[in-house]
């Protein structure tokens, strides 16, 4: 079968003067050169490239949800939605990422696990920021990045400033809903407890006439992004109980154990509550 010919017009430029202009945007090179196994197990390249993966997931969803508390500051609820409803299909995919490893037996994860040393997902700097903003927050979490003087200093800036949660009941507040002084300067530092007047203030947002309003819309997206973060941690935990059982995790966590108390939380709690009494 003869040659297709080559319609010169529709040719893409092939030659540059150094890089293309692809490598200089993507920076692909970049990327596709940070995987550094330390075994000889095939199956830790699929480990390493599916972690890497996880990490640009939560940059980017540190970005969309840092934009979404930023215009909720400002009363742009717009841009906030817009920002969380970007997000969701962002969070799909992060928890898509499990799909290579979740099926490893024990043989398979234990034939690299020792290359981990003390390594672990607790660890990652990006995760306790993605953390931070729904309002899970824990000064010592932020002790291990000490000896990374750039990365400490984002997590005790994200420490101590309100989360998107904060930023959300703010707004509830401003726009007529009852909030006590304790939930609206309470020292952003601390972990989010549930507050029954946060309750109070869902439940009227709910059994308003307006089932479209904005505030309505709002409470979805964010009960949209508290189901994917719980689908994340649940499947986080069944991937480590096929791995590993209940042995103890890599840097001295408790494993499963660990996993199963983080699983068990809800983000936002309020917003599941108040459905009781609708």
């Not at 970005?63 to 906030?80: C, F």
């Not at 020792?114 to 920021?129: D, I, N, P, T, V």
């Not at 309470?186 to 007047?197: F, S, T, V, W």
Request: no cysteine.
């Amino acid at each position: 079968m003869p040659d297709t010919p080559i319609d010169e017009a529709a040719t893409p430029n092939l030659s540059f003067e150094g890089s293309t202009p692809y490598e200089d945007y993507v920076q692909a090179s970049v990327l596709t050169h940070l995987q550094h196994p330390l075994s000889d197990e095939p199956g830790e390249m699929a480990f390493l490239v599916t972690t890497q993966v996880m990490e640009l997931w939560f940059t980017l969803l540190v970005h969309e949800w840092s934009h979404a508390a930023a215009a909720l500051r400002q009363d742009d609820l717009s841009g906030a939605t817009a920002a969380l409803r970007r997000s969701l299909p962002e969070l799909e995919s992060l928890n898509a990422s499990w799909k290579p490893i979740a099926h490893l037996t024990p043989a398979q994860f234990n034939a690299y696990r020792s290359a981990l040393g003390e390594g672990s997902g607790f660890q990652s700097a990006m995760y306790r920021r993605l953390e931070f903003l729904l309002g899970d927050k824990s000064a010592s979490m932020i002790v291990p990045h000490r000896g990374t003087p750039s990365a400490h200093a984002e997590l005790e800036k994200a420490l101590t400033e309100p989360s998107l949660y904060d930023e959300v009941l703010r707004l509830l507040a401003r726009r007529g809903y009852d909030l006590p002084a304790d939930v609206l300067d309470r020292d952003p530092a601390l972990r989010y407890e549930p507050h029954p007047a946060v309750e109070a203030a869902w439940q009227a947002v709910y059994a308003a006439e307006d089932q479209d309003s904005d505030l309505v819309r709002l409470g979805e997206l964010l009960t949209d992004v508290a189901e994917l973060v719980w689908r994340w941690r649940n499947d986080h935990l069944v991937a480590t109980r096929r791995a590993m059982g209940a042995k103890a995790g890599t840097g001295g966590s408790a494993g499963v154990a660990w996993l199963e108390k983080r699983a068990a939380k809800n983000v936002f709690p309020e917003l599941w509550t108040a459905r009781s009494h609708v």
